[in-house]
């Protein structure tokens, strides 16, 4: 079956240090893989997306993501947090069997402290 | 501005009163679709709307209806919520149907209470 997984319900992060929020998923096919932030009483904002080429993909806000075909991963990553990073972030993937839908992770609670 | 809206945001009702929750998109955006948001399930898909009068099931459409007479309005209807239906809901659109690479839009979402 098509899935995705975030591996971490929560992660926690001195503010400047490097943060990574993990994603690993499960498709038939090229995966097409987003990540998606969703600040507290917002709906969703896309971040960034993997399709096709290049394995580093950047996104908005200094987020980027490394596409990894062989640990079928998709872990979202930025150099230095910020507190304001602080969200919930929402991994997903084109699920091939249905009609162009997403599959989407649990969500990854991200506390980045000053 | 480009924007997804729903409304209410906040709506409280009892058992077996239908309701429905209105969504609007000013993109001109051909799909459509409606999730619920559950603590440690993530985002479930309720229905979806490839364009107009086209509407299907996602995972989670029992006791739910949509409807999509016109491209901008896609409403969801509960017409006999029961406590089981809290849930924080989005409408989400974006510009294809069938080029799952273009971004969502999402609302920002409707926090339904049941008792």
């Known amino acids: 079956a098509q899935s995705v997984a975030q591996p971490e319900d929560q992660v926690n992060v001195a503010e400047g240090n490097p943060l990574t929020v993990k994603c690993t998923y499960s498709?038939?096919?090229?995966?097409?893989l987003f990540w998606y932030v969703q600040y507290p009483n917002r709906g969703l904002q896309f971040l960034l997306k993997?399709?096709?080429?290049d394995n580093l993909v950047k996104g908005s806000y200094g987020f980027e993501a490394e596409f990894n075909k062989s640990q079928t991963s998709f872990h979202l990553k930025k150099p230095s947090a910020l507190v304001s990073d602080s969200a919930l972030y929402f991994c997903a993937v084109r699920d091939p069997d249905s009609n162009y839908q997403l599959i989407w992770g649990a969500g990854t609670k991200l506390i980045i402290k000053p | 501005e480009a924007q997804v809206t729903q409304n209410p945001r906040y709506l409280i009702t009892v058992t077996g009163k239908k309701l429905t929750v209105t969504c609007s998109q000013n993109?001109?955006?051909?799909?459509m679709s409606w999730y619920r948001q559950d603590p440690g399930l993530g985002l479930r898909q309720i229905y979806y709307?490839?364009?107009?009068?086209?509407?299907d099931k996602g995972d989670v459409p029992e006791g739910y209806k949509v409807s999509r007479k016109e491209k901008r309005n896609f409403p969801l209807i509960l017409e006999s919520p029961s406590p089981n239906q809290t849930s924080l809901y989005f409408c989400?659109?974006?510009?294809?149907?069938?080029?799952?690479?273009?971004?969502?839009?999402f609302g920002n979402g409707t926090r339904l209470t049941v008792t």
């Open positions: 709307s490839m364009n107009v009068e086209v509407t």
């Open positions: 989400a659109s974006r510009a294809t149907a069938v080029e799952a690479g273009s971004p969502l839009h």
């Open positions: 993109m001109n955006h051909e799909y």
């Open positions: 498709v038939s096919g090229n995966p097409y």
């Open positions: 993997y399709i096709t080429g």
